[in-house]
Structure formats: C-alpha cells, structure tokens
C-alpha cells in the first residue's frame, strides 16, 4: 500500500492522509493469506512518481493500493484504486465523499471491497476504536506522525501531548490510552525520559486501563510488551509480542522486538532469525539500522568477528547516529586487530 497524497492544499494537513495510510494498512494486514509491505517502508515512495511494475520489482508485491486524501473542514473524499503490478491493471477504484465522523467506516468499506475484490476472508477489525470523536482521531493521527520522526526528547514530547489530548476528548478510547502508554515506554526505552517512575508509573495504569476495555487489543497488549521490556522484563514481553503477531502476523515492530528480546535472553541464533524476517518484511524500515546491529551484536557474542563485522558497518552506514552501535563496531575491529579504526569509532573521529 503506497502513501496516500494530500490534495488538500495544505502540507500541515499531511499528517491526516498518513494517518489514513496507516490505519488502511493494518486493516488490509488483518486480512486472511495477506501479507502486506509494512508502512516504514511503503512510506519510502511518499511523494515520488513509481508505476506498479517497478514497485513489483523492487518488493516482491503483487497488488498496490494507491489513492488520495481531500479534507475540508469536517469534508472528506478518498479516491482508491487497487492496481494488479503483474498486469498494471486496474481491479478497482471508487471516490468516497463523507464527513470526518464517517471515517473509521470508510476505511471499513475500502478494506471489505479489497477482500471482495481478491476473493479473501475478512478478519474482524479491532474494537474500540474512536468512532464518535473525530477530534480525538485527529489528535491520534497528529500524534502518530509525531512518534514516526528521529526519536528525540522533542518528538517524544510531542507525540504523548497529541495522545493526552485525544484520551481527554475521549477518555474511554483503547487506541489514545495503548498509544500513549507504548509512546511513555518507547521514551524510556531510549533513554529520554526525565521523569523515569513517574512514566513507568502512568504506563502501566494506561495498558491496564486499555487491556480491562479491550482485553484482544493488539495496542493495548504491544503497549504492555514495550512496558515490560522498558522494565528489562524481556521474558514476560514475548508472549505480548505474539499476542500482537496472532491478530497481524505483519506487525515488523512486535517481530523485531522478540527478536531482541531473544538475543538478551541468550537465544542468539534465534533472535537472528527474527531480525531477518523483520528485514524481509520492511526492507526499507526506519529501523533497518536496529535490525541490522541486533544481528552484528548477535553473531560478536558468538565470537563471530567477520560476520558481526558486516552487519555493524551495515548498521553504521544505514544510520550513524546511533553511538551504541559505533561502540559495537569499534569492539569488532578491536577483535580483528584492526586498532586505528576501532580508535576511531571509539571517539568518534572522522
């Protein structure tokens, strides 16, 4: 599924036809034998001009979603159109004109006529989603393309301001409380919380609060996964994880994070093989530098130098921000002998 456009004139406003790409592409997710791209990387093509064949080519796919976003006011249309990349044949299209309030069954609609379309099953879509406070859904979706940008205290602090918004406009929706709770952990995760017990505190009463409405949320039960991880609970986090994957086995983030999960438990080789499955679904993921030194961190437990020298340079090289994985790399050169290199990764000179 590719990023829908934002026709409305307005770039502020972008944030809204991401929101409805995000939500489309874990309803499609849900649906029986679908294996769908995952949003970090069809958000890549944002933006560009790619024909279906080319987007075949480069991922594997067979159908794409494409389609636009006009909103005015409380005014909406969605144009949709599913194109077969075998054929470049257009299976479907339809324009929908409704009111912000009717978005949640928009969505609904576009998914069932997808599934019509392919001839597949539909999955039941999840509960307890804010259906009759379009503010709040506004103040979510503002919040999800908050916690999407570089992680930074700022972005962090912006993305639970959006959530808390939306729970006090709607303080029964299991989407605002599962989003700000994961949003907290995710802060302490990377190490940019100033308020430590204080967020741990409010997580766990958020995903409490959630799981007690929604006991199946796949929100609620990945908010509590990456609480328990943020606590070094990885053990207990795993079987979140694969609650989450059992309603959306294409949920790259709750893959990932098992994987993870099993490398600090010790299950190297399969912590590995979670991280590639990962990379195999979202090739072009924001997290692709994590996978990546997940796996180098792996194999240099294993005493596996030139190996774990690979995925650490790759890592590096997808994102050199991260001073955790020049800290690893500079012990995979300092392993191979190679000192000047791993003096250089160590103070990070140029």
Same mark, same amino acid.
């Given at each position: 599924?590719?990023?829908?456009? +934002?026709?409305?004139?307005?770039?502020?406003?972008?944030?809204?036809?991401?929101?409805?790409?995000?939500?489309?592409?874990?309803?499609?997710?849900?649906? &029986?034998?679908?294996?769908?791209?995952?949003?970090?990387?069809?958000?890549?093509? !944002?933006?560009?001009?790619?024909?279906? !064949?080319?987007?075949?080519?480069?991922?594997?796919?067979?159908?794409?979603?494409? =389609?636009?976003? $006009?909103?005015?006011?409380?005014?909406?249309?969605?144009?949709?159109?599913?194109?077969?990349?075998?054929?470049?044949? *257009?299976?479907?299209?339809?324009?929908?004109?409704? *009111?912000?309030?009717?978005?949640?069954?928009?969505?609904?609609?576009?998914? =069932?006529?997808?599934?019509?379309?392919? *001839?597949? !099953?539909?999955?039941?879509?999840?509960?307890?989603?804010?259906?009759?406070?379009?503010? &709040?859904?506004?103040?979510?979706?503002?919040?999800?393309?908050?916690?999407?940008?570089?992680?930074?205290?700022?972005?962090?602090?912006? &993305?639970?301001?959006?959530? $808390?918004?939306?729970?006090?406009?709607?303080?029964?929706?299991?989407?605002?409380?599962?989003?700000?709770?994961?949003?907290?952990?995710?802060?302490?995760?990377?190490?940019?919380?100033?308020?430590?017990?204080?967020?741990?505190?409010?997580? +766990?009463?958020?995903?409490?609060?959630?799981?007690?409405?929604?006991?199946?949320?796949?929100?609620?039960?990945?908010? !509590?996964?990456?609480?328990?991880?943020?606590?070094? /609970?990885?053990?207990?986090?795993?079987?979140?994880?694969?609650?989450?994957?059992?309603? +959306?086995?294409?949920?790259?983030?709750?893959?990932?994070?098992?994987? /993870?999960?099993?490398?600090?438990?010790?299950? #190297?080789?399969?912590?590995?093989?979670?991280?590639?499955?990962?990379?195999?679904?979202?090739?072009?993921?924001?997290? #692709?530098?994590?996978?990546?030194?997940?796996?180098?961190?792996?194999?240099?437990?294993?005493? /596996?130098?030139?190996?774990?020298?690979?995925?650490?340079?790759?890592? +590096? *090289?997808?994102?050199?921000?991260?001073?955790?994985?020049?800290?690893?790399?500079?012990?995979?050169?300092?392993?191979?002998?190679?000192?000047? /290199?791993?003096?250089?990764?160590?103070?990070?000179?140029?």
């Amino acid at each position: 599924m590719l990023p829908f456009a +934002n026709l409305a004139g307005d770039p502020a406003q972008q944030y809204f036809a991401d929101g409805i790409t995000e939500d489309l592409t874990t309803d499609l997710s849900r649906l &029986a034998d679908m294996l769908v791209i995952s949003r970090d990387t069809a958000f890549a093509y !944002k933006g560009k001009s790619v024909n279906a !064949k080319r987007i075949r080519s480069e991922l594997g796919v067979r159908y794409v979603l494409d =389609g636009s976003v $006009q909103r005015s006011g409380d005014q909406l249309r969605i144009n949709t159109q599913l194109i077969d990349t075998e054929t470049d044949a *257009n299976l479907w299209a339809q324009q929908f004109d409704r *009111n912000i309030a009717d978005l949640m069954a928009v969505q609904s609609e576009i998914t =069932g006529r997808i599934a019509i379309a392919l *001839n597949l !099953k539909l999955i039941a879509s999840e509960a307890a989603r804010p259906t009759e406070h379009p503010d &709040a859904l506004d103040h979510i979706f503002r919040g999800r393309a908050a916690i999407y940008r570089p992680a930074s205290r700022q972005n962090f602090a912006a &993305a639970i301001a959006e959530y $808390q918004q939306a729970l006090a406009l709607d303080p029964h929706s299991v989407e605002a409380m599962s989003r700000l709770a994961a949003a907290l952990s995710s802060r302490l995760l990377d190490n940019m919380s100033g308020a430590i017990d204080a967020d741990i505190e409010q997580a +766990n009463h958020l995903v409490e609060q959630a799981l007690a409405a929604a006991p199946e949320s796949p929100l609620a039960h990945f908010a !509590k996964a990456q609480l328990l991880r943020a606590q070094h /609970r990885c053990k207990a986090a795993i079987p979140e994880y694969e609650t989450v994957l059992a309603a +959306n086995r294409n949920v790259v983030a709750a893959i990932g994070n098992i994987g /993870r999960c099993k490398i600090y438990l010790g299950l #190297l080789d399969d912590g590995v093989a979670l991280e590639e499955q990962a990379i195999r679904l979202s090739p072009r993921d924001a997290f #692709l530098s994590i996978w990546y030194f997940r796996i180098g961190q792996a194999r240099l437990l294993q005493a /596996r130098v030139d190996e774990a020298n690979g995925w650490l340079e790759k890592a +590096n *090289n997808e994102n050199s921000a991260y001073s955790f994985v020049r800290a690893w790399l500079a012990a995979a050169y300092g392993l191979k002998g190679d000192l000047p /290199r791993a003096a250089t990764e160590t103070c990070g000179c140029p």
